[in-house]
């Protein structure tokens, strides 16, 4: 069974940075656009990133520029990068497949962003 492992979150201050990192077992996920997604109290999960199996990679407005996603397809792990963190950053982090959901959730990895 192919599991999502996330991990890399914390507690920072704004300004600071943080490197996420999604594993994925059981299979390699090289042929995939994979994404980065989060999910804050209250609102609905949110792609915040995503990147082809050839390294495209697109963002929403609100990380561009800050954020930088990347993979490593023999490793079959995804990273996510975020320089200059603020508040509105704080969610609950989680990667998948894009555009459609072909995994099962991870448990996620919590980002909180201090003003």
């Known amino acids: 069974q192919v599991q999502l492992v996330e991990s890399g979150g914390g507690l920072v201050q704004a300004g600071g940075s943080l490197r996420l990192s999604c594993a994925a077992s059981?299979?390699?996920?090289?042929?995939?656009?994979m994404g980065w997604y989060r999910q804050a109290p209250g609102k609905q999960r949110e792609l915040v990133a995503s990147i082809t199996r050839s390294g495209s990679t697109n963002y929403a407005d609100s990380v561009n520029g800050r954020f930088t996603i990347s993979r490593d397809n023999a490793k079959s792990t995804v990273f996510l990068q975020m320089n200059s963190l603020k508040p509105e950053d704080t969610a609950v982090y989680y990667c998948?497949?894009?555009?459609?959901?072909?995994?099962?959730w991870g448990q996620g990895t919590q980002v909180t962003v201090s003003s």
């Open positions: 998948n497949t894009y555009p459609t959901i072909t995994i099962g």
């Open positions: 059981g299979r390699t996920f090289s042929s995939y656009t």
